[in-house]
């Protein structure tokens, strides 16, 4: 079972709005990501979270806000965005160990800021 | 990372092989190449990984050249569902710091026609 579970799959929000993006995973990995993916783009990472801490935030302004209420979970809060975040927002886990950290992807929630 | 260097598009025709290369010539020794799609509006797919030694799996086959400088993703009889971007990647098989980011590069678009 390699499933990565995002919910909203759709958002759309105001620019004024609070949202939250959720993704689960049940797979025991430690490692959590958000990527970001505008249209005919590769995603491009956001962050990583390692045993609920954040790792890595590649400047991502701070309207976005991620948490990790645990290791099953990872949250991305959103708010005072702006129309051009309008994206599909990934999330992905992984293992931790150096005996396998092959990185798996959930179907993304499309975000529509307006 | 490494990066890597993909044909923007290919065309395959139904039944038969579908064989997509990548050039990494400035590979490390402890990079692996990977490989990953993403079918239009889902999230991407992981295919297969290798080191230095030819993969195979239930999806697909990777040839990776002795010298490791450049790689061949096979699938041995493409049908209309495999139309998508592909991607090769190469990142260290490890865990901690920079081992965590994946980095797409733009990617194949493999279209499969009936």
């Known amino acids: 079972d390699t499933e990565v579970t995002q919910t909203p799959k759709h958002l759309v929000m105001g620019m004024t709005n609070k949202k939250s993006l959720k993704c689960e995973q049940h797979?025991?990995?430690?490692?959590m990501y958000w990527y970001k993916q505008k249209a005919k783009k590769p995603p491009e990472l956001m962050f990583v979270y390692s045993y609920e801490k954040l790792s890595i935030n590649e400047s991502v302004p701070s309207r976005f806000s991620p948490e990790c209420p645990n290791s099953s979970l990872l949250n991305l809060h959103l708010h005072a965005l702006q129309p051009e975040d309008s994206a599909l927002y990934l999330c992905?886990?992984?293992?931790?160990?150096?005996?396998?950290?092959?990185?798996?992807f959930g179907e993304g929630s499309w975000l529509t800021v307006v | 990372d490494a990066k890597t260097t993909q044909p923007p598009s290919m065309d395959c025709a139904e039944g038969r092989a579908a064989n997509l290369p990548c050039n990494h010539s400035t590979i490390s020794g402890n990079e692996y190449v990977y490989w990953y799609r993403q079918i239009h509006s889902q999230g991407p797919q992981y295919i297969i990984h290798?080191?230095?030694n030819n993969e195979t799996n239930e999806m697909a086959s990777l040839i990776i050249t002795e010298d490791r400088k450049s790689s061949t993703l096979i699938l041995p009889h493409a049908t209309l569902r495999d139309t998508a971007v592909y991607y090769c990647?190469?990142?260290?098989?490890?865990?901690?710091?920079?081992?965590?980011?994946?980095?797409f590069g733009k990617g194949t678009l493999l279209t499969v026609n009936p």
């Open positions: 990647i190469v990142r260290v098989y490890g865990s901690g710091g920079s081992n965590y980011k994946l980095t």
């Open positions: 290798g080191l230095k």
């Open positions: 992905a886990s992984s293992r931790q160990r150096t005996g396998g950290n092959t990185i798996y």
């Open positions: 797979m025991g990995h430690r490692a």
